[in-house]
């Protein structure tokens, strides 16, 4: 009898947020990014690759599209300057790497796994990152290849608001509803789970604000014996809520699966919050769960057994 074919599988998004005229305009551009970003996913699982690599290539992909909220591309902050956060989990191990307010680097999700597999360490932030980026010679590039003209037209924007306005702007004003975080999940042929998440954070916040991408159980967690989660949203929320943790909690504790799970926490749990809030999930048998409470979730998938998936908004 043939061996039973094993169940690999790829889920990437590319942020949950408002609809903009900017999506509506690129929206081809952002359903072929995500494509290729799960087409790069998928080739590292076909090849019997890990889960850990394949979630990698995925969002290195989009990290290197300008037109997704991470790496090239990334929002600016209110000083106009790039700070890039990311994690990765291995489901494995149940091992993470973190990077925070990370600038130069090209590929800041490589620099979190680096960090997970050689070092003592689960999360480094700002210069310590880039010295450690440095010391293995990542590809580092100046500040010109991240600020795209569009991130840069945002930022532009919103001085020239503040400029002519008397009143002093709160924070939370500040974080505009556009996201164009990335992530992944991906389950390899000996079973195991990975998850990535990396972005620029929300534009015009302020300098040193950290959002929950690269904080574990908030933007990124995987465990084998659960799922592993990528969230994406007003981070704020995702870390109040610990989103991605409390969506493995469900599974482990209720026994929901991972839709029910995703449901249960973003439309139930946190029905309250004023803002915006999303997740992929994936389990160990292949079971995928996505969701999001807002106008639209780039996002797709590619299974064994299921026909590829790109979906922009509900
Ligand atoms: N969650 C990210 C952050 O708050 C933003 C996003 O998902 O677009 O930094």
Redesign the pocket.
């Known amino acids: 009898m043939p061996a039973k074919q094993k169940r690999i599988a790829i889920v990437v998004h590319g942020?949950?947020?408002e609809d903009s005229e900017f999506l509506r305009k690129h929206k081809k551009e952002y359903e072929k990014g995500i494509e290729k970003a799960m087409n790069a996913g998928y080739n590292v699982l076909a090849k019997n690759g890990s889960a850990v690599d394949a979630v990698e290539q995925a969002v290195i992909e989009l990290e290197n599209s300008p037109i997704f909220?991470a790496g090239r591309g990334s929002?600016l902050n209110a000083l106009g300057q790039v700070e890039m956060?990311a994690a990765i989990m291995d489901g494995k191990t149940m091992n993470s790497g973190a990077v925070a307010l990370l600038q130069n680097v090209k590929n800041p999700i490589s620099l979190a796994k680096a960090i997970m597999l050689n070092t003592k360490y689960r999360f480094l932030g700002a210069h310590g990152a880039l010295d450690y980026a440095k010391r293995i010679h990542t590809s580092l590039e100046p500040d010109s290849y991240f600020i795209t003209e569009y991130q840069y037209d945002e930022y532009a924007k919103k001085v020239k608001e503040e400029f002519l306005d008397t009143k002093e702007i709160a924070l939370d004003e500040i974080?505009q509803r556009?996201?164009?975080?990335v992530g992944a999940v991906a389950l390899d042929e000996d079973g195991n789970l990975a998850a990535s998440?990396s972005?620029?954070?929300?534009p015009n916040?302020k300098e040193g604000?950290?959002?929950?991408?690269c904080v574990i159980g908030a933007?990124c967690y995987a465990n084998n014996d659960r799922c592993a989660i990528s969230?994406?949203?007003?981070?704020?929320f995702?870390i109040k809520s610990v989103l991605a943790h409390s969506i493995s909690a469900c599974i482990a504790y209720k026994k929901m699966s991972v839709q029910e799970a995703c449901d249960y926490v973003i439309f139930k749990e946190n029905k309250k919050i004023d803002g915006?809030i999303?997740a992929i999930c994936l389990d160990k048998a292949g079971n995928i769960g996505i969701a999001f409470n807002s106008e639209r979730m780039i996002r797709g998938y590619k299974a064994t057994g299921k026909r590829p998936f790109i979906k922009i908004y509900k």
């Open positions: 942020g949950a947020g909220n929002a956060d974080n556009y996201h164009g975080t998440t972005t620029g954070g929300t916040a604000r950290i959002g929950d991408s933007g969230g994406t949203g007003d981070g704020e995702l915006d999303g």
